[in-house]
């Protein structure tokens, strides 16, 4: 696993435990090699978003047992794949974004001032 540092090079803070996120299931969005998807930056899920998502082929609502995934709604947080983000932004429907439960890894796509201009917190 990378070291757990978020887009400021501090402790990567955790995204969510319920609905559990991460590439490694631990509330994180902790990343490594392993983890081609780059599932690296918080967010937070907007209807539009969602459906957007089912849209593009990536159906995060229907629950999935098999997977001990429940399916998101609007409201819920979850570690997101960085290219994805950047084409709901493409598709002007990017959620927000927790800055800092976001890994320093989502920065090789998706620069920081971008994702700044959808920040979920104050950052002063």
Known sequence: MDESLNVFGEPLEPCSFDPVTGFFRNGCCDTS????????VCTLMT?????????????LVT??????????????????????WLEAYRAGVP??????ATH??????????LLERFSSESED
């Open 47 to 59: 209807i539009d978003f969602l459906n957007f998502s089912v849209s593009a082929g990536n159906d």
């Open 33 to 40: 090699d392993e983890d081609l998807g780059s599932h690296t």
């Open 104 to 113: 320093k890894r989502a920065l090789e796509i998706v620069p920081l001032e």
């Open 63 to 84: 629950p999935r047992p098999q997977w001990g995934f429940e399916g998101l709604k609007p409201g819920d947080t979850w570690c997101l794949c960085a290219s994805r």
């Open 95 to 100: 959620p927000l974004v927790n800055l800092r």
